[in-house]
């Protein structure tokens, strides 16, 4: 075969894959649909001084569905230096995520190993609280509440993921499957845990009201989320490499110094810092009610 007319075929394979790459483009941006409310003011402290601020990439996410936009928006709030997502999900949005369900969320996945880790995370809370009802919001696999009783807690789940809560259940533990503000608990809560949760969820200040209205006198609250503030976090930034920034269902990046400030606002003391041994660049909080 001649060169010239190698070339001419290697062009036409190009112009053909071009063609082929520009049409599912377009065709995945037909199927897009407006996926997010967007927030006018920093969910966190209403300010109406918000900037766009880093891009991150969601379509290479395990729960990534072609409808949804790829690209994350995030933004800063001048006035309290909190970074969240351009808005929330629309149900229409959500009930797509929602169809997945990561393999970690599953209930009992990963059974033993996880119960050494819950154990680890619970010890460090009985210096607060060693017994009373314990409600994990966001329970997935369970292994908190599994373990919590184990130490003596009566665990209560809720989740919004239906087939946990049912499966919970079934094994005789309460569990709600609904937002945790709608509940009306029969006890007062001694314990709150969110594990890698208000990351998730569109107005935090809300969900920590709520639940201080709902707990004992000296109640004690487990949080876990990343930390922007981690050294880890950083680096990973600067070299682009951070995956949070992609995290599909992430509305939030909380520092350590703006999670203290948003506990106090909500009526916690922040008593203990510590590192999560579950999420990358991960941290862990007990606060209690002041
Ligand atoms: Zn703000």
Partial sequence: MKVGSLNEKIESSIDEALKLKQALLESQVENQFEARNLYD?????????????????????WLYNPKLPTIMQWMNCEECDHQFIEGPYTDEA?????????????????????????????????????NGVWLDIGFGNGSLLFTAQEFGFEPIGVDLRKDGVIGLQS????????????????KSISVVSMMDVLEHIPYPKEVLLAMHSK????????ISCPNSESWVWKFRTRQ????????????????????????????FD??????????????????QKK
């Fill in 41 to 61: 003011n920093c969910p966190l402290c209403a300010s109406s001084k918000i900037s766009k601020s880093a891009v991150g990439d969601c379509s290479k996410q």
């Fill in 94 to 130: 959500l009930k797509i995520i929602f169809s997945k369900q990561p393999e970690n969320q599953v209930l009992g996945y990963e059974l033993e190993n996880n119960r050494y880790i819950s154990a680890r995370i619970i010890e460090k809370v009985l210096q607060y609280k060693s």
């Fill in 171 to 186: 094994l005789g533990i309460q569990a709600y499957c609904d937002l945790v503000q709608n509940i009306e608990f029969k």
């Fill in 215 to 222: 707990m004992d006198e000296d109640g004690c609250l487990l």
């Fill in 240 to 267: 682009n490499q951070n995956m949070y920034l992609n995290s599909i269902e992430h509305y939030h990046n909380f520092s350590r110094t703006r999670l203290a400030s948003l506990l106090s606002e909500c009526g």
């Fill in 270 to 287: 922040m008593k203990k810092y510590g590192v999560s041994e579950r999420y990358r660049s991960g941290m862990e909080i007990i606060a």
